[in-house]
C-alpha cells in the first residue's frame, strides 16, 4: 500500500506572510489535490494537477500558488496569509479517471 | 460548476438504529465516493458507487444517476460509526471531485 505524507503538520504564521504546505505520495498515481476544509465544513478544491507540470485551478484558487515539481510531490502556497486562511488544507491523490481519492493527515494552519 | 447537497446535515440516533444519509448533485456523475472522517480529521473512503447499489459490511449505497442522488444506508449504528460522512461528486465537465458539506453523525450508547 502507499501512504500520502503532508507536511508541516501545523503551521503557524503571521498575516501578510507566504507559506508553504507539502505533500509526497508514493501510489505512483497521476493526479494530485489540494483541498481547503473550515471547521465543520466540507472540502473545497483549490488546486489539482493531473500529471508532472500541470496544474489546474479549483473552484478556491485565488491567494494560492501551486506547484508539481515531479510527480510524487505537489505542494501549496498561501501568497499572503490572511486571518481567516485558518483551516485545514488536505492533500490527496488518485489515478485519472477513477475518481478513487486517497488523503493524506491534513495540515492545519493558524494565521496571527 | 457541480453541486452537491448533503442531508441532513447532522442526525442524532441511539446504538443500533439504521441511518439513512443523501446526497444530490447538480450535473451527471462520472464518479461518486462517500468518505468518512472521523473525530480526529482523517478521510477515509468508504464506497465507490456511480450507479446502482453496493453492499460493503454495514454499509449500502445506492445511486440513481438519472435523479443525481445517491444514498448511505448504515445499519446497525455502533457508537464507533460517529463522525462525519462526506459524498464527492466527479462529472463529465469537470476533472476533479466536489465535496458537499458532509453529514455528522452521533451515535449514543
Known amino acids: 500500500g502507499g501512504i500520502i505524507t503532508q507536511t508541516p503538520k501545523f503551521l503557524i504564521g503571521q498575516e501578510g506572510q507566504k507559506l508553504t504546505l507539502k505533500c509526497q505520495q508514493n501510489f505512483n498515481h497521476d493526479t494530485m489535490y489540494w483541498y481547503r476544509q473550515d471547521s465543520g465544513k466540507g472540502l473545497r478544491l483549490i488546486y489539482y494537477?493531473?500529471?508532472?507540470?500541470?496544474?489546474q485551478k479549483g473552484d478556491l484558487s485565488e491567494g494560492y500558488d501551486a506547484s508539481r515539481e515531479k510527480k510524487s510531490s505537489f505542494s501549496l502556497t498561501v501568497t499572503s496569509a490572511q486571518k481567516n486562511e485558518m483551516a485545514v488544507f488536505l492533500c490527496?491523490?488518485?489515478?485519472?479517471?477513477?475518481?478513487?481519492?486517497?488523503f493524506g493527515e491534513g495540515s492545519k494552519l493558524t494565521v496571527l | 460548476g457541480q453541486q452537491v447537497q448533503q442531508s441532513p446535515s447532522s442526525l442524532v440516533l441511539q446504538e443500533g438504529e439504521n441511518a439513512e444519509l443523501q446526497c444530490n448533485f447538480s450535473s451527471t456523475a462520472t464518479q461518486l465516493q462517500w468518505f468518512y472522517q472521523s473525530p480526529g480529521g482523517s478521510l477515509v473512503s468508504l464506497l465507490s458507487?456511480?450507479?446502482g447499489t453496493k453492499h460493503t459490511g454495514r454499509l449500502t449505497s445506492t445511486t440513481v444517476t438519472k435523479e443525481r442522488r445517491s444514498s448511505l444506508h448504515i445499519s446497525s449504528s455502533q457508537t464507533t460509526d460517529s463522525g462525519t460522512y462526506l459524498c464527492a461528486i466527479e462529472g463529465n465537465n469537470n476533472n476533479a471531485p466536489r465535496f458537499g458539506a458532509g453529514t455528522k453523525l452521533t451515535v449514543k450508547p
Open positions: 458507487n456511480p450507479s
Open positions: 490527496a491523490s488518485s489515478i485519472q479517471g477513477t475518481g478513487q481519492l486517497y
Open positions: 494537477s493531473i500529471t508532472e507540470n500541470d496544474l
